[in-house]
């Protein structure tokens, strides 16, 4: 099917915090409205049958509670696939921003996917009615190529949105349409969480998702363009993925996904949106899932393993059968293994150790986890290179435990800089990175220069350790991770 999603740079308001009329709400989200009819034809134009738009898009943000509400539209949220508000426009009040979507979607003949806020008026006797006598939801709306309201989802994980309320219950979220099955449908960091994610996925054996997000980049492990391939990877899912693109503020990178190939758009340099419309494959139903193997992971996936040793790269990754763990370095090799040191990266402790010279193996463990990797570089360059490993509970800008295995970048020539920001590198590395993770959740990295993406040559379980290995990266590498979710400990 013929996809398309659309990174907007929206029209802010001046002063977000001011208490305005609805009529000046009106007035500046339709000219972000006006951009999305004009890109609407522009795809349509080019045979898609679905359109995302992203998180935000419409009304900005940086509100509070009060100064968001005169851009809030009111939708009925059991009325799904019974009205149609192009077509019958009259049913309820405040509801011109879904108007606009709907008569979009009829007028183009198809699927429309967008985020907007909601107002519900709920009962004060209600105890989770708030104060002021009504919910306020960040909402994505998706509408048929007729303009008929298919589904309502409201954000459940908030990203510091002071605005708005999580829904008293997680929405599962998903429509049919009639070239690609159902679509599952959720927000920006509920990416990060088992409630409603991945648990929608799971329920309703869903192979489609769209996307909207106002993501802001966080290297090296959680690039916006980064994350989102390793989550249709995890999960062999298509994902249509929608950002704002807002540079200044590290926001931007969208695209259109497939387990195994990527239409994707980062820009930290221009301004302005853009397009992006794909073909892809529809996943069926049937297709095993990478997660269905990561379950069944104390099974042998590849029993056609030769011995592992540091001297030949194999295409499958391979673990000596002998009792010892994987890639521990013989009694030889310690005496020259190099120092561990701690840096911090992402906000978390990280402990490191160097990766060194033309080729080798390591492990570096923190916790339960334990972490190895067998590398080889043709050429040296000045580049610092660090294996890390975290275990533990991440604590700032939302809570989530995380077990990570990490091979990135270095910022600079000093232990110090691992950790930090990198964009660009040279380095061209043959590598397999393992773990022995504890958790079936596992999202495989692998970013290279220039934030553009790269696939690894196998992934999965073996002898209860998840492993990535690739043999010659498309560009220098600046990470190569498995960054595993273990939802019970959050």
């Not at 998706?142 to 510091?160: P, V």
């Amino acid at each position: 099917y013929v996809a398309a999603v659309y990174e907007h740079e929206s029209i802010l308001s001046p002063a977000p915090a001011a208490l305005v009329e609805r009529r000046s709400a009106l007035e500046l989200m339709g000219r972000n409205l006006d951009i999305y009819e004009q890109q609407v034809l522009a795809a349509a134009r080019q045979g898609a049958q679905i359109i995302v738009f992203p998180e935000d898009g419409i009304h900005g943000f940086n509100f509070t509670r009060s100064s968001i509400y005169p851009y809030l539209d009111f939708i009925p949220h059991s009325h799904s696939g019974k009205w149609n508000p192009c077509r019958e426009p009259y049913l309820f009040n405040d509801t011109e921003v879904v108007q606009r979507l709907s008569c979009m979607a009829l007028k183009n003949r198809i699927f429309l996917v967008a985020n907007l806020g909601t107002k519900q008026p709920c009962e004060r006797s209600d105890p989770r009615c708030p104060p002021d006598g009504r919910f306020q939801f960040n909402t994505n709306v998706a509408l048929a190529a007729d303009g008929a309201l298919l589904a309502t989802y409201r954000k459940h994980n908030l990203y510091f949105e002071d605005a708005f309320d999580t829904p008293p219950e997680p929405d599962y979220a998903f429509f049919d349409t009639p070239f690609a099955g159902k679509f599952g449908m959720f927000t920006c960091f509920d990416i990060l969480f088992f409630e409603p994610a991945v648990n929608l996925i799971r329920q309703y054996n869903l192979k489609q998702i769209v996307y909207p997000t106002a993501w802001m980049n966080q290297l090296p492990l959680l690039s916006a363009v980064e994350f989102q391939q390793a989550f249709a990877t995890a999960f062999n899912v298509n994902i249509l993925a929608a950002n704002i693109h807002h540079p200044t503020l590290g926001m931007t990178g969208s695209g259109i996904y497939t387990p195994v190939k990527s239409f994707i758009y980062h820009n930290m340099e221009s301004y302005g949106g853009k397009l992006i419309v794909a073909e892809i494959p529809v996943i069926t139903a049937d297709y095993k899932t990478t997660l269905e193997n990561n379950e069944r992971f104390r099974e042998n996936l590849y029993d056609s393993c030769r011995t592992f040793t540091s001297t030949s790269l194999d295409d499958e990754v391979c673990f000596k059968e002998q009792e010892e763990t994987p890639g521990t370095v013989s009694e030889k090799g310690k005496e020259q293994s190099p120092p561990s040191f701690y840096a911090e990266m992402m906000y978390d402790n990280f402990t490191f150790v160097p990766v060194w010279g033309e080729k080798g193996e390591l492990q570096v463990c923190a916790n339960t986890l334990c972490c190895y990797l067998s590398y080889r570089r043709a050429v040296l360059t000045e580049e610092l290179y660090a294996l890390g490993v975290f275990d533990g509970l991440h604590t700032v800008h939302g809570t989530y435990y995380v077990q990570a295995c990490a091979l990135v970048k270095c910022g600079g020539l000093s232990f110090s800089t691992c950790g930090q920001e990198v964009t660009d590198a040279t380095a061209l590395i043959d590598f397999q990175i393992w773990g022995n993770m504890s958790t079936p959740y596992i999202f495989p990295l692998l970013l290279t220069s220039g934030i553009t993406l790269d696939f690894a040559d196998h992934m999965g379980w073996k002898n209860n350790h998840y492993f990535l290995s690739k043999n010659g990266t498309s560009a220098g590498l600046l990470t190569a991770a498995l960054y595993g979710r273990w939802y019970e400990k959050d």
